[in-house]
């Protein structure tokens, strides 16, 4: 749209004046800061600019208002408490900072995708509204569905499951919901998951997936975000291939050596996976081998021995990245598994029917988006690596 | 996972055979369609194949059961009604005719985001949970969110403008959500979004992009897909450009002369766009000037004649496709426009406070993927072109 359209447009809203000929004169726009301004002028190399070059305007308009005070300084150089920039997010986004943190979103994004297109793997789309819960019924947002219950989903789980006896290898980068009760800097209520389910794979197949994602990614994001990762003052380091694997009883023996004892078949707490964290600085790794009671119903147990599972974590530091594993295929193993986790199969008997339709073996893994920002911007709390953050108290703008 | 790998795992649960040596042999697989079957053979050319290979199996192992009878046919030979098929979906996508709709699927969505790529759109993700109405409060599904009442978002809408003021051009792929009671073939609970919003930009500009993204599309789709174009039965005309603009008022006197008087300022009913449509076979049109009270509180009336707005719809035949328009940058107008739709004002104070911020002119749109996905395919039924469709009805599977 040219200058004139919006002359057009602002001379019934506002008296704007028009300056021609504003060479070598120094134009202050009412000193007023982030009012919006047209300008019409020649682009010259320049030096002395930021960005290299400069507009020698001809014409200047404001084209929209800013009402001062604003809510927080935009240029960052007054220091805000989070939740005060958070309630003004347009605003706190604007710092130089912030859009270097969702360029850097948008790359691993189009870069995840160009990796997932060049593995053949189809995009999917599966529910957001769901029946029952698929992980268990905690932590999940109630929906009033016209007359009945519903909820949202906490993950593409059975649905991404089901669809690799139709196209083999699928994934979906989509919103999901967790009701999360605890105020942590790594959870929120809504989040992008990256989900991956491949069929004829094990989880061996599929760690090698998601480790070669991560130096795809890792590659391109230097190449082609080196002005936002120098705003951001970070420096890429492409970690070599295979990434490390440690046993959940290796890393057990490691914490309590730390002074950290771990009841075996229990979840790692926070504390040990910061003093995991030390020892791992700047480095993304593999927890293999888990305890089959410590993850979700539909996790292989290893054939030769079933108390543990072919289940992974992908950490970075002391933040898990991603989980995955090969999945049951077998309808008798996975209702066996079902009770022992006081579920009930009758509330997965969309899922258990397809098992009867000819279910291929299958792994898989999911991917937190915000989390591996957060490791590639060098943020400590999740809610900078996303836009309009929801959590436990947390729910505007 | 090589096929040694699967016999691990298959020999506690089946007793497998190795067959050896098939060459020559005519195999059948138990009789029993659907089974997932492992081959180790060589692939070879052949004229009889449909596929034009076949491979020559040295080795073959059953991998996972099928029971019989299966809930429908997956080959699609015997009919079956669209419940029946949803019902038994995972089964129903087997047939080459539904892994052909969800392959243009993928393209669509790949090459809309290679177009926005060019055209220097970011990514965003703007959230599914929100605590206001957008457009009014009908047609919204409540959420239970910790201990306060939200709702699930029917668009981006003042997320995407007010991230103009920041990022200049976004755009956002994502599953949104509206309580439609009527019972409608173009009509779903959970629908695929793809929504553009432009800094600097009026509704001309931002139906160019559309229009020359459709065709891009259309190219695109017809190189990629014409395996499944042609198992669809499909040939895409690729429509010249720009798409015809017609005006409600021309559209209104057109629908009078065929027997259809409707009042000023009303949207145009079902049984009008069938007629709409038949005047338009296999068209791409833009309806456009369209009254001010049948558009959304955030459209831009036009200067000078207010009643009329700079609002589009995007038509294919009698299916709209997308909506789209110059929006109101100007909060007067803007309380305004809110006030003589019964909207509080109080509701949209975050939406509001970001016009004092300094907020650029701008335009966009919203169009629907599945409905482009029912034109390219030729299905009349949306839900065709859903993996897993929800409605007033259907919340499983």
Redesign the interface.
């Known amino acids: 749209?040219g200058l004139d359209?919006?002359e057009?447009?602002r001379r019934?809203?506002y008296s704007t004046e028009i300056t021609p000929n504003l060479d070598g004169q120094k134009v202050t726009v009412f000193g007023k800061k982030?009012?919006?301004v047209?300008v019409r002028g020649v682009v010259k190399k320049s030096e002395k600019a930021q960005l290299g070059v400069e507009i020698i305007p001809e014409e200047i308009k404001i084209?929209?208002?800013?009402?001062h005070p604003?809510?927080l300084d935009p240029t960052g150089r007054i220091p805000a408490e989070l939740d005060v920039r958070l309630d003004?997010r347009?605003?706190d986004?604007?710092r130089p900072e912030n859009?270097a943190i969702?360029?850097i979103?948008?790359e691993i994004?189009?870069l995840t995708?160009e990796y997932f297109?060049k593995e053949g793997f189809?995009?999917?789309?599966?529910?957001?509204?769901?029946?029952t819960a698929t992980e268990g019924g905690a932590a999940l947002?109630?929906?009033?569905?016209?007359d009945?219950e519903?909820f949202?989903a906490q993950s593409p789980q059975l649905?991404k499951e089901?669809?690799t006896?139709?196209?083999e290898k699928v994934y979906e980068i989509?919103?999901f919901?967790r009701?999360e009760?605890s105020r942590t800097t790594r959870h929120i209520?809504?989040f992008?998951s990256i989900d991956v389910e491949q069929a004829?794979?094990?989880w061996?197949?599929v760690m090698k997936l998601l480790e070669n994602l991560i130096v795809f990614v890792l590659e391109g994001v230097k190449k082609k975000c080196y002005r936002e990762l120098k705003i951001l003052k970070r420096e890429i380091k492409i970690p070599s291939l295979p990434f490390k694997r440690y046993s959940y009883d290796e890393v057990l023996k490691v914490l309590e050596g730390k002074g950290f004892p771990i009841s075996w078949g229990e979840d790692i707490p926070t504390p040990a996976l910061r003093v995991l964290g030390e020892l791992h600085p700047e480095e993304y790794y593999f927890i293999v081998d888990w305890p089959t009671q410590s993850k979700p119903f539909y996790i292989k147990p290893k054939?030769d021995k079933p108390e543990i599972c072919e289940a992974f974590d992908l950490m970075y530091s002391w933040i898990e990245l991603a989980s995955g594993g090969t999945r049951i295929?077998?309808k008798e193993t996975l209702i066996k598994r079902l009770k022992e986790q006081d579920l009930n199969p009758e509330s997965f008997k969309?899922?258990l029917?397809?098992?009867?339709?000819?279910?291929?073996?299958h792994a898989g893994w999911g991917l937190g988006l915000s989390r591996f920002l957060m490791v590639l911007t060098g943020k400590e709390n999740v809610r900078e690596c996303?836009?309009?953050p929801?959590d436990?108290d947390r729910?505007?703008?």
Request: hydrophobic share 45%.
């Open positions: 749209m359209r919006l057009d447009w019934t809203h982030q009012c919006v047209g084209l929209n208002y800013a009402q604003l809510a003004a347009i605003l986004l604007r859009r969702f360029k979103n948008h994004l189009s995708r297109e189809l995009e999917i789309q599966t529910p957001k509204i769901i029946a947002f109630p929906v009033v569905y016209f009945r519903a949202l649905y089901q669809l006896s139709v196209f989509a919103p919901f009701a009760e209520a809504e992008i004829f794979s094990t061996e197949d054939d295929h077998d969309h899922h029917k397809v098992f009867d339709w000819g279910f291929p073996p996303v836009l309009f929801r436990r729910l505007e703008p």
